[in-house]
């Protein structure tokens, strides 16, 4: 009898024993001593088929919020953050390029004041030229 109960038990653990296999497993089990962890095993599913099952109440689906606004709201965040950061760029590239065009200036000035140095000797020579000035002779 024991032998039976092995075979039917290792046919159960494999997943390959029939329904009537079970029935006949269930009644070697409860006529025989030992194998409490299978009589238990067995006592439970019995237990639970017996069982009824509760009825869960789902509730009611709850009416969801639109937030449709919400995407609108984004849309213009996005583009008023936008419009701001290329006012405050393009005003960064007006600021660079006044630095830039008063360092070209800058050095349009050193460079004309260093020719106006060198010029200033030149302005002793145009007296050379009065005395014909002074002297205008037609001819």
């Known amino acids: 009898m024991n032998e039976r109960i092995k075979e039917l038990l290792d046919k159960y653990w494999e997943a390959s024993s029939s329904v009537e296999e079970e029935a006949e497993l269930k009644l070697l089990l409860s006529r025989v001593q030992g194998f409490e962890s299978e009589k238990q095993l067995f006592g439970l599913l019995d237990e639970m ?13 709850v009416r969801v919020r639109s937030l449709a606004w919400l995407n609108w709201a984004a849309s213009v965040a996005i583009l008023l953050g936008s419009y701001v950061g290329w006012r405050v760029y393009e005003r960064q590239q ?9 360092a070209a200036l800058s050095l349009i000035q050193q460079n004309l004041s260093k020719g106006q140095e060198k010029m200033s000797k030149m302005n002793d020579l145009k007296y050379l030229s009065a005395p014909e000035d002074l002297f205008k002779t037609e001819e």
């Open 94 to 102: 007006e600021e660079q390029a006044y630095r830039e065009v008063v």
């Open 49 to 61: 088929k017996q069982e009824e099952p509760v009825r869960v109440k789902i509730p009611k689906r």
